[in-house]
């Protein structure tokens, strides 16, 4: 597979989506934050001193998400239809943070819902490290995408 963010001289470029298909796109990202039992049922109480810190992490994912082509070089700005922003949990120790993006457009969202879901563990690190400073983010990965030439996407077992 050719890499195409390259030019002739092999400096990186931003993609020509001139030619391509407009089509409905979406992707699905998702990542877990790592915490002692404590934190997380601080979280889940609503009991952190900075606040409701699921609604702030949904709502910096929703705005990293919007812009994601202000953060990685090479994404085209896409106008976004739709962010939807999940969070579960194992019970225990491990906050589950998912994040679904679509447009109708020539390229993907795969980045978008990545950064949406770094975003948010971010924020819920920076809302919950005067709690714990050692916990651990990731993996963050591509669940699925749909749309585009390259067609459907979807991991088996993350």
Known sequence: ME????????RARMVDVSDKEITARTATARTQVK???????????GSIGKGDVLAVSQVAAIMAAKKTSDWI????????????VTFGDNGQDELYIEATVKTTGKT??????LTAVSAAALTVYDMCKALQKDMVIGPTYLIEKTGGKNGNYRIDNP
Do not use: D, S, W, Y
Not at 3 to 10: I, W
Not at 35 to 45: D, F, Q, S, V
Not at 73 to 84: A, I, Y
Not at 108 to 113: F, L, N, S, T
């Open 3 to 10: 890499l195409t963010h390259f030019n002739e001289q092999g």
């Open 35 to 45: 915490m002692n039992p404590g934190t997380l049922a601080r979280i889940k109480e």
């Open 73 to 84: 070089p090479m994404c085209h700005p896409l106008p976004l239809t739709g962010v939807n």
């Open 108 to 113: 993907g969202v795969e980045m978008e819902a």
